[in-house]
Antibody, heavy 119, light 111 residues
Framework: DVQLMESGGGLVKPGGSLRLSCAAS????????MHWVRQAPGKGLEWVSC????????YYADSVRGRFIISRDNAKNSVYLQMNNLRAEDMAVYYC????????????WGQGILVTVSS | QSVLTQPPSASGTPGQRVTISCSGS????????VNWYQQLPGTAPKLLIH???QRPSGVPDRFSGSKSGTSASLAISGLQSGDEADYYC????????????FGGGTKLTVL
């Protein structure tokens, strides 16, 4: 079974940094793109970033470009989101998701991890 | 303001058929396939429909999707109380160097 497990969330002050991790299992990790999607409290889903299987193709939402860095370690079956210069509006539940069944289709999701940005 | 436009709410009674619309533009729905996600209260989103009209294994055939031009829709027939959830459309968008985009979500209430 495909499993995705996020970790690394927590409370951080505005301007601070946090690194999220997502450990994957149950599929050939290196073959598939991985995404981060977030959901602010009481709000809808917002796509954040994605990275291709080899790590060469990377895309970001305008709201995080220049502050967040997505990366992956295929040897560890993990994808990461380094979040720098965090703002109050970055506070959200962050989900990692796998694009397996077809391009741009997020067919498996983690349970989500909460990032709180507050002084 | 979301790139894809959905009605904020929809409702129906058990057994009814409801549809949820999703409007985009040439750079997203007009070029790429549309996916739909269901988010039950307090849970992670779940893929409901992919590639405009394909149901993943395990999704009942009460759920169907369609796309025409720069718009898409999700139909739910035989509405059940367990269908009460938030529904999101999504697509790739090739503006601004490429990005994923979601609709604002539609909260479905089963009366």
């Amino acid at each position: 079974d495909v499993q995705l497990m996020e970790s690394g969330g927590g409370l951080v002050k505005p301007g601070g940094s946090l690194r999220l991790s997502c450990a994957a299992s149950g599929f050939t990790f290196s073959r598939y793109s991985m995404h981060w999607v977030r959901q602010a409290p009481g709000k809808g889903l917002e796509w954040v970033s994605c990275i291709g299987g080899s790590g060469r193709s990377i895309y970001y939402a305008d709201s995080v470009r220049g502050r967040f860095i997505i990366s992956r370690d295929n040897a560890k079956n993990s994808v990461y989101l380094q979040m720098n210069n965090l703002r109050a509006e970055d506070m959200a539940v962050y989900y990692c998701a796998a694009e397996i069944i077809a391009a741009t289709v997020l067919d498996y999701w983690g349970q989500g991890i909460l990032v709180t940005v507050s002084s | 303001q979301s790139v894809l436009t959905q009605p904020p709410s929809a409702s129906g009674t058990p057994g009814q058929r409801v549809t949820i619309s999703c409007s985009g533009s040439k750079s997203n729905i007009g070029t790429y396939t549309v996916n739909w996600y269901q988010q039950l209260p307090g849970t992670a989103p779940k893929l409901l429909i992919h590639s405009n009209n394909q149901r993943p294994s395990g999704v009942p055939d009460r759920f169907s999707g369609s796309k025409s031009g720069t718009s898409a829709s999700l139909a739910i027939s035989g509405l059940q109380s367990g269908d009460e959830a938030d529904y999101y459309c999504a697509a790739w968008d090739d503006s601004l160097n490429g990005r994923g985009v979601f609709g604002g979500g539609t909260k479905l209430t089963v009366l």
